[in-house]
C-alpha cells in the first residue's frame, strides 16, 4: 500500500473520495455524491470510515482517513455485523435516497462484499486506482515529496542500532531499594512507570527511626571483627503502618481520553508493583550504604516538615537557605579548606571549576592525566585553554611536559585521588612535589574517595596528611556519603571566583534544603565513625580474594575498587543479564565510553553489609556465568 499525501484539499480531495468510494464501495455511493462540497463534509464529518487505511492527507479529513477502519477494508466486517455498520455509515445523509431506504438491499450487496474473493478485488482495485493517481500527479508518496529533506528519524534510528550493534545501547534496570534490607533490593521487570496525581495516593510515614537494615547481623556471625557495627545502627526495619495524608482529587476539566490514558498506565504500574524479585545489588555508588541511614533519613524527614520539598530557585535568588550555608561549612572543615561550594552533582562542579578557573587565569596551561573523568575532560575542552596530556599517573611524563612549559605561564595540574574504573591511586605526594617545583596549582577530584579513606573521611589526601598541599578538592555527596549533589572545596578567593563564574551554579536552581540537610547529617556522622570505613575495607578485601581463589580475572588494585575483566561489550551485557535472570545478582556492564573498547567489565563494589554467604553466592554465580558464556579465567 503506498503512503500518500494529496496535493490540494478542497479539489481534488472530493474528486478522489468519488473516484475511491465510487468504484470501490458501490452500496455506500451507488449514484455517487451529489456535489463536491457535500463530499468533502461528508469526509471531514466522517467518524466510521476507511476510505484508505494508511493515508496521509493535508486537510482535516487527514485523521478520519488515517484512522478510519470501515469502508475500503471490508476485511473488519463480517455478514454479522455488517447491518449494523450500514445503519451506522455516516455517509448516509449525502448517498441516494434509495440506498437509505433500501436496507436490505443493501446489506445484501455489502454481504456479498464480505466474501474473501470480493475482499482481494477491493484490494487490487484500492492499488489500481491509487497508481493512476500517482501517474495522473493527482498524489504524491512521501518518498517523492521528502526527495532532497533530510530525513530527522533516520538519523536517530542509526544511532540507536548502532548502539545496539556494537553492545553498547544503555538498558536501566527498573530496582527499589528498600529501607532495612540494603544491599538488596526489588527488581520490576519493565522501566514504564507512569503516574498520575488523580490516582496516587500521597502517603507518609509516622515519624520514626527507620533501622538501616538487617544484613549487617550475618556479619556479626560471619565476622567477629568490627562486630559492634551492628549495635549502632544495622538493625532490622521495624514494622510500619503507613499514614494516609490525603488523596489528590481529579481535575474535573481533564479530558475522558486524558483520564483514560492515566487509568492505564496506572494498571501498568500495579502490574509492575505485582512483578518483583529480590536481588543482590553488587553495582551501587551507596558504599557504606548511608543512603539508608537513620541518621541521615530522621534528618532530612525533619527539615522537609520544616522548610517543604524545594529550595524555591538559584542560589542567588532565593534558594540559599540556613541547610546550604551548614552544609558548606562542613564540607570546608572536613577539608581543612576556608571554604565550600555546594553544586548539584560533582560532574557540574567540576565542569565548571575548571572553566572558572581558566576565565580567571586566560594564559593558564593545563596538565590532565590521561585517565581524567569525563567532566574533567569537559571542563578542560570548554576553558579553551592550551593543555597537555600526561600519561595516567606518570610522573616522570608529567615532568617532562612541565620542565618545557613557559616558566612564567601559569599552571594548573588536574588529577583524580582513586580512578573509578581501574581502581589506581594517584602518587598525590609526587604530583604535589612537581606542583611546587614548577609553581603550578593542583586540582584532585576525590569522588571515589571521600567518606572511605582518612581518619575523619576526608579522602586519600587526608589518609596521607596531605590535605593542606592540594589547593582545589572536588567531591560527591551522592556515593559514599549516600545522598545527591557535587562540591569544590578551597581557599576563599578560589571558591568566591567559581561561585561568580559558573553558569552551573548561578543559572540553575540549588539543591533541596532537605538534601542538603542529609548530606550534612552523613559528613558529620562519618567524621565521627571509623567502623564503617573500617568494615568496608575488610569486606573488599574478602571479596578480591574470594575471585582470584575462583581463578577470576580481578584487577589487583590498591583502592576498593573491583573490576572483574570481561574485554567484550556485547558478552558483558549478556553475562549481566545472565546473571540477574538465573542468580538475582545485579552488576551493570560498564563499556566504552566510560571504558575503552575491549576493556568492558563488571565495576563491583561490596559494602559493609555484603556478608559471606552474599559473596559466596556472587563468586558461584561468576563462575556459572564464565563457564557458560567460554570465558578463559587466570
Known sequence: MHRIMFNSSQTVLPQIANNLIGRICPI?????FSTSTNAGAAINSATNANILKGTTTSTSAHNIINNATNIVHPSTLTPENAKDFFEKCPFANVVEEGIKKDQEK???????????????????????????????????TLETLNKGKHQYQSSFEGVITNLKEEGRYRVFTTIQRQVGSFPYAKRYQS?????????????????????HNSAINNINNNNSNNGELNVLHFKKKQSQQPQQLNKIQSNNSTSKSTKKFYKNKL????????IQSSVAVWCSNDYLGMGQHPVVINEMTNCIKKMGAGSGGTRNISGTTSEHVKLEMELADLH??????VFGS????NVNAVTSIAAAMPNCMIFSDAKNHASLIEGIRNSKLDKKVFRHNDIKHLEDLLAAADPSRPKLIIFESVYSMDGTIAPIKEICDLADRYNALTFIDEVHA??????????????????DRVDIISGTLGKAFGVFGGYIAANKEIVDTIRCLSPGFIFTTSIPPSIAAGARASVAYLKNSVLERTQHQERTNKLKQLLKDASLP????????????VGDSVLCKKMSDYLLSNHSIYVQPINYPTVAKGTERFRLTPSPVHNDEAMKKLVEGIKDCWTRFGLRKD
Open 450 to 467: 571521600v567518606g572511605l579513606y582518612g581518619e575523619r573521611g576526608a579522602g586519600v589526601c587526608e589518609r596521607d596528611n596531605l590535605m
Open 346 to 349: 560533582c560532574y557540574i562542579a
Open 106 to 140: 443493501g446489506l445484501e450487496v455489502l454481504s456479498e462484499l464480505m466474501k474473501p474473493a470480493n475482499k482481494q478485488l477491493i484490494v487490487e482495485e484500492q492499488e489500481t486506482i491509487l497508481s493512476e493517481m500517482i501517474e495522473m500527479n493527482e498524489i504524491k
Open 267 to 274: 494498571n501498568e504500574v500495579n502490574k509492575l508493583e505485582q
Open 336 to 341: 581543612g579548606k576556608e571554604n565550600a561550594l
Open 554 to 565: 580481578v584487577l589487583d588494585t590498591d583502592s576498593h575498587i573491583v573490576p572483574l575483566m
Open 191 to 211: 522501566a514504564q512507570e507512569y503516574i498520575t496525581p488523580s490516582k496516587i495516593d500521597i502517603e507518609c510515614e509516622e515519624d520514626e527511626d527507620h533501622h
Open 28 to 32: 455506500i455511493s451507488r449514484g455517487g
